[in-house]
């Protein structure tokens, strides 16, 4: 199954959102470019990611964009999401995958060739590749990861003889600091608040869409 068009990706959390449905947002977002939903939800009580994750699930629908949950299995499967993003030391790819199905996609967040090279030879359909500028609290890597980790992919298609599997660039990125990113081969960029939070969502999405296009 093809990987989707992961160019641009909302990673959207509710507090990134503020006030507004996080439905909303993805549909400013997705007018202004966004290519995929990711929900980032994980520390929500149960009742609440799933109100959240499920009406992000019909919006995506509707918008025909696919929507990837981070982290959490059992709300991917609830709401009948596309995918999955797992973290570094999340459940094992294949453990998801029997868990999942064929039929849905599985990112996983590396920050290191190691890692990177672990979660292919796992099945990983697409990795995630950050903090680039920003991450909770981890140190920043900067777009030299990503330039790494891109090696790592096209050296492991080669051996495979398939096609490159797609790297997400994750952490801190926006407007102003994506083109080093895009530069150092990011097939996608994972934004937050730059687009989510941004008084204007749809213009902030746009602007992020022409600087990737510039790139691909």
Do not use: K
């Not at 909302?10 to 997705?30: K, Y």
């Not at 590396?110 to 590749?129: R, Y």
Request: proline share 6%; net charge negative; aromatic share 4%.
């Amino acid at each position: 199954m093809a990987v989707p068009d992961l160019s641009l990706v909302l990673v959207l959390a509710s507090l990134d959102a503020g006030e507004r449905p996080p439905a909303a947002v993805a549909f400013d977002a997705v007018a202004g470019g966004i290519t995929a939903v990711q929900f980032a939800g994980p520390h929500l009580p149960d009742g609440e990611a799933y109100v959240q994750a499920e009406g992000l699930a019909t919006a995506c629908r509707r918008l025909q964009v696919p929507l990837l949950i981070h982290r959490r299995a059992d709300l991917a499967l609830a709401v009948g999401a596309d995918g999955l993003c797992v973290e570094r030391d999340g459940l094992p790819v294949p453990v998801v995958r029997r868990l999942l199905g064929s039929g849905r996609w599985i990112g996983v967040y590396v920050e290191s060739e190691e890692e990177a090279e672990t979660a292919l030879l796992a099945g990983a359909d697409f990795l995630l590749a950050g903090p680039v500028y920003s991450g909770g609290g981890r140190e920043p890597l900067g777009p030299e990861l990503v330039r790494r980790i891109r090696s790592v992919v096209a050296a492991h298609a080669v051996s495979v003889g398939a096609a490159a599997c797609p790297v997400v660039a994750v952490g801190g990125i926006s407007a102003w600091n994506c083109v080093p990113v895009l530069q150092a081969g990011a097939d996608g960029l994972g934004v937050g608040r730059a687009v989510a939070g941004a008084p204007d969502v749809q213009a902030a999405a746009r602007t992020l869409r022409r600087l990737v296009g510039e790139w691909q």
